[in-house]
């Protein structure tokens, strides 16, 4: 597929990564001319420097060839007139705008076809999304979701007190006494496709599939007792921030947010009126234990810089705060060891990841994945297909499918019910699959999992 990437910042260059790996044609418009340089050094992509709102810089990205233009520049405005201005050039061709400002949030959405958007995507709003999920039913490290919300891949850590502690997978059931299935396990910074003779050890993140239903019993027969999140303490006033506030203010939860600049403070303190506003420095430790940090049920670090939210995590977590989340935008989680940084977010790879869905939709029409997550440090994929009359061996067990190695197949839903399969389960048309691919070669769609 021809696809123009506007805007080359951590967005558009992880976005590019990803799709030129899948082997799509890319040009990327930047403005300026290091970025350009920088990503042909980096990736086999053609680059054009310049304006891409500009009809003349679209002509020259080829945009009347182009089937998909993804809008990503550092300015709403600007994503908005480049969609705009492209389908003028080019009537058939999809756009996607990253469209950020809470100003625009609502209206965006009611005004898609007048702007020619086929998807508008809002990292903040995602980010603050999944942490709000978190934070309503902590325990876990993270948490993507299936088959309509009814199916879930869930991150814990083993440490060193827990049960799963030189636990074999194969004895898993007997302790969780729900049915689940370990997918993934990143162990030192690798991640591993395990069997039942697995045994876990302290320090080992595992990804496991379960029916939503059955969350709160697996914690509680792990003895996991989380509590109940009822006040939190943010730190940094960006949007991310702010859509998280006001998520969190919809749940009745107490929320206070600390904020370095004084204007910003008091900008938040007329947009959140029921918020607790404080301006101050978060990564000051005897700041925080003044505002009460050891009294909160979550700290949530959402400041611009990396190193700040990590400082402000560890503190939190030193506090005795038993809900942490850290955002890292630079910082990849895999080489931060096992820094007690909790649950880790990066609003980058959540938007880069549902417009890959997008991209892959476009490209397999009638058999994309339905649903995509990364997961295991983006080690892993994992991706639910619909089953339909393409789809290879439909009601063959699963012990005799010859799937490709790293490939595991980790639930079935059939109708109302969800099967979290075994070697004797298959699976029908009409049913949906989720798959977890710990390979490096790309799964486009469900007839890709097995060898030929």
């Given at each position: 597929?021809?696809?123009?990437?506007?805007?080359?910042?951590?967005?558009?260059?992880?976005?590019?990564?990803?799709?030129?790996?899948?082997?799509?044609?890319?040009?990327?418009?930047?403005?300026?001319?290091?970025?350009?340089?920088?990503?042909?050094?980096?990736?086999?992509?053609?680059?054009?420097?310049?304006?891409?709102?500009?009809?003349?810089?679209?002509?020259?990205?080829?945009?009347?060839?182009?089937?998909?233009?993804?809008?990503?520049?550092?300015?709403?405005?600007?994503?908005?007139?480049?969609?705009?201005?492209?389908?003028?050039?080019?009537?058939?061709?999809?756009?996607?705008?990253?469209?950020?400002?809470?100003?625009?949030?609502?209206?965006?959405?009611r005004m898609r076809g007048a702007f020619a958007?086929?998807?508008?995507?809002?990292?903040?709003?995602?980010?603050?999304?999944?942490?709000?999920?978190?934070?309503?039913?902590?325990?876990?490290?993270?948490?993507?979701?299936?088959?309509?919300?009814?199916?879930?891949?869930?991150?814990?850590?083993?440490?060193?007190?827990?049960?799963?502690?030189?636990?074999?997978?194969?004895?898993?059931?007997?302790?969780?006494?729900?049915?689940?299935?370990?997918?993934?396990?990143?162990?030192?910074?690798?991640?591993?496709?395990?069997?039942?003779?697995?045994?876990?050890?302290?320090?080992?993140?595992?990804?496991?599939?379960?029916?939503?239903?059955?969350l709160s019993l697996l914690l509680k027969n792990l003895?996991?007792?989380?509590?109940?999140?009822?006040?939190?303490?943010?730190?940094?006033?960006?949007?991310?921030?702010?859509?998280?506030?006001?998520?969190?203010?919809?749940?009745?939860?107490?929320?206070?947010?600390?904020?370095?600049?004084?204007?910003?403070?008091?900008?938040?303190?007329?947009?959140?009126?029921?918020?607790?506003?404080?301006?101050?420095?978060?990564?000051?430790?005897?700041?925080?234990?003044?505002?009460?940090?050891?009294?909160?049920?979550?700290?949530?670090?959402?400041?611009?810089?990396?190193?700040?939210?990590?400082?402000?995590?560890?503190?939190?977590?030193?506090?005795?705060?038993?809900?942490?989340?850290?955002?890292?935008?630079?910082?990849?989680?895999?080489?931060?060891?096992?820094?007690?940084?909790?649950?880790?977010?990066?609003?980058?790879?959540?938007?880069?990841?549902?417009?890959?869905?997008?991209?892959?939709?476009?490209?397999?029409?009638?058999?994309?994945?339905?649903?995509?997550?990364?997961?295991?440090?983006?080690?892993?994929?994992?991706?639910?297909?619909?089953?339909?009359?393409?789809?290879?061996?439909?009601?063959?067990?699963?012990?005799?499918?010859?799937?490709?190695?790293?490939?595991?197949?980790?639930?079935?839903?059939?109708?109302?019910?969800?099967?979290?399969?075994?070697?004797?389960?298959?699976?029908?048309?009409?049913?949906?699959?989720?798959?977890?691919?710990?390979?490096?070669?790309?799964?486009?769609?469900?007839?890709?999992?097995?060898?030929?």
């Open positions: 597929m021809k696809i123009i990437i506007a805007g080359g910042g951590k967005v558009g260059a992880k976005l590019t990564r990803m799709l030129s790996a899948e082997e799509h044609e890319i040009v990327l418009i930047d403005s300026k001319s290091k970025v350009a340089g920088e990503t042909v050094n980096q990736f086999d992509v053609m680059t054009v420097q310049g304006n891409c709102a500009s009809v003349e810089v679209l002509e020259q990205a080829n945009v009347e060839e182009a089937e998909l233009l993804i809008a990503v520049t550092g300015t709403d405005e600007v994503n908005l007139l480049c969609c705009l201005t492209a389908h003028y050039m080019n009537k058939e061709i999809h756009t996607i705008a990253r469209i950020r400002s809470p100003e625009y949030s609502g209206q965006i959405s958007l086929s998807m508008v995507v809002n990292p903040e709003m995602q980010a603050a999304r999944e942490i709000d999920r978190l934070l309503r039913f902590p325990g876990f490290l993270k948490r993507d979701t299936f088959a309509r919300n009814r199916v879930e891949i869930v991150e814990l850590r083993v440490n060193e007190d827990s049960v799963l502690d030189g636990l074999s997978l194969s004895s898993l059931e007997n302790v969780a006494k729900c049915k689940v299935l370990v997918c993934t396990v990143l162990r030192n910074g690798n991640a591993v496709a395990p069997d039942g003779s697995f045994v876990l050890k302290e320090g080992d993140r595992i990804f496991v599939t379960a029916p939503t239903y059955n003895g996991i007792l989380p509590r109940k999140v009822k006040k939190v303490i943010i730190c940094g006033g960006g949007r991310l921030s702010y859509y998280l506030a006001m998520m969190l203010q919809k749940s009745g939860m107490g929320v206070k947010l600390v904020e370095k600049n004084y204007e910003r403070s008091v900008e938040l303190a007329k947009l959140l009126p029921k918020a607790d506003i404080v301006c101050g420095d978060a990564t000051d430790w005897s700041f925080l234990e003044s505002e009460g940090v050891s009294h909160y049920d979550a700290v949530v670090a959402l400041t611009g810089m990396d190193e700040m939210n990590m400082v402000i995590s560890l503190y939190g977590g030193k506090s005795g705060v038993p809900q942490v989340i850290t955002k890292l935008v630079h910082m990849q989680s895999s080489v931060l060891g096992d820094l007690p940084l909790g649950s880790i977010i990066d609003p980058k790879e959540l938007c880069s990841n549902l417009i890959v869905k997008y991209v892959r939709s476009l490209t397999n029409q009638d058999c994309a994945a339905i649903t995509v997550h990364s997961i295991a440090d983006g080690q892993a994929e994992a991706e639910e297909f619909r089953i339909d009359k393409a789809s290879r061996y439909c009601g063959v067990p699963l012990k005799e499918l010859n799937l490709k190695k790293n490939v595991l197949i980790v639930c079935i839903n059939h109708g109302a019910e969800l099967v979290i399969p075994s070697g004797d389960s298959s699976y029908e048309q009409g049913d949906t699959v989720i798959v977890v691919n710990s390979r490096q070669e790309v799964i486009s769609q469900f007839n890709d999992i097995f060898e030929y």
